[in-house]
């Protein structure tokens, strides 16, 4: 049974929103939380950076000020419009991961991205979005009891499989587990027996000797093997995970002070202005500073699930809580696998890890679940139209 009923929705006194109503209506307290943070990410790539705004720095405040835009214009449109080129959206981003098969910019032994000169493109980053759209758009127009039949959502498995597949052959094991994580949220939410996913988890395992022998590229090998023990090789492939519990352990309760951190200033720590900046963050502000921030994940989580319950039509719920899903998965993923609870699989930490298309795509998120919040009391019907209409 799904987590929503989709029947006897409110009736909507009045169908449009004028502009100064959609703009009364974005929370503003949620913009804030998202300030705050990434707020904390320019500061502590300042801090990588040794006291300095470049390289790093500099450039995540201007992404984040055009980010920061980019939200309430978002966050003003009318909802109808996502529904509507919700799949010329996924297919495009699909093209574009296509054309990244075929001609993308090869990086650290990679094939992830578009290189337009003055910037680079990852189109993996850009589906985590269109995904959970296309699903979202795809479940909205069926029924309770269309979800739990197979032929339903053959569809569906494929348009999850197919970006993938794709992104598994650049390689990056991270966005693929990201993509299925959040399309298995999606799926859950729209009433998929959990038999179903216990049959897929079986299929999983029984599968893993295959993919291990014959998918798996060595390094990716190499990163469970570390997980599992990483003192097996403390200068090689070891390295990365036990220099980040030096860092961890280093900052104990209250940390060691803004710009006191030894193990990224003397270049112990590699990746610190990416995937292992967390760590970097909780060495100068201790564990009360790395539980501060993750409780402002946390509010933007709950307030993320509490905007997909308010919301009348069931397209704004799925993509609502879609994209939250997506953003907590990403926040425990990289926390986990700082911290070796998970192998390294190159998941970056929303707004703080220095990235453009990552930082982009999270801004792009916030800006959809404030246009759900907007537009919480607009019905949609199954054409993603008004139902008046």
């Given at each position: ?63 984040f ?8 214009f ?18 495009f ?79 990056d ?24 996913f ?15 022998n ?5 390094y ?41 951190g ?8 590699p ?10 963050f909780?060495e ?96 949609i ?9």
């Amino acid at each position: 049974m799904s987590v929503f009923s989709v029947t006897n929705p409110l009736r909507l006194r009045k169908s449009e929103l004028s502009f100064k109503d959609r703009f009364k209506n974005i929370s503003w307290l949620y913009i804030f939380i998202v300030t705050l943070i990434a707020s904390i990410g320019i500061i502590t790539l300042y801090s990588v950076a040794n006291g300095s705004m470049d390289p790093w720095a500099s450039k995540q405040l201007i992404r984040f000020a055009f980010g920061l835009a980019l939200i309430v214009f978002i966050a003003m449109t009318d909802l109808r419009i996502w529904i509507r080129y919700s799949y010329i959206f996924y297919f495009f981003t699909l093209l574009l991961l296509i054309y990244v098969e075929l001609f993308g910019h090869d990086a650290m032994g990679a094939q992830r991205w578009i290189n337009l000169g003055f910037i680079q493109i990852q189109p993996s980053e850009l589906m985590k979005i269109a995904l959970v759209l296309a699903l979202a758009r795809f479940f909205h127009g069926t029924s309770l009891q269309e979800n739990e039949t197979f032929k339903t959502l053959l569809i569906p498995i494929i348009l999850v499989a197919l970006p993938v597949l794709l992104v598994l052959k650049q390689p990056d094991l991270g966005t693929a587990v990201m993509l299925t994580i959040s399309a298995s949220v999606v799926f859950f939410l729209v009433g998929v027996q959990i038999w179903k996913f216990g049959i897929v988890a079986l299929l999983a395992l029984i599968s893993m000797p295959i993919a291990w022998n014959f998918f798996l590229h060595d390094y990716q090998k190499q990163r469970v093997l570390t997980f599992l023990d990483p003192q097996k090789d403390p200068l090689g492939a070891g390295y990365h995970i036990i220099q980040s519990h030096i860092t961890l352990g280093s900052g104990s309760i209250f940390g060691k002070g803004f710009l006191q951190g030894t193990q990224s200033s003397l270049n112990f720590l590699p990746e610190k202005h990416t995937d292992f900046i967390f760590t970097v963050f909780a060495e100068e502000f201790g564990m009360i500073g790395g539980l501060l921030l993750l409780a402002l994940y946390i509010a933007l989580i709950i307030f993320g699930f509490y905007i997909a319950l308010r919301c009348t039509s069931f397209f704004g719920k799925l993509l609502a809580l879609g994209l939250t899903a997506n953003l907590f998965f990403y926040v425990f993923i990289n926390v986990a696998m700082v911290m070796g609870i998970v192998p390294v699989v190159g998941v970056p930490l929303p707004l703080i890890s220095y990235g453009g298309t990552a930082m982009m795509t999270h801004m792009i998120s916030f800006g959809l679940i404030q246009c759900v919040f907007v537009n919480k009391d607009i019905q949609i019907g199954r054409s993603g139209a008004n139902p008046d209409n």
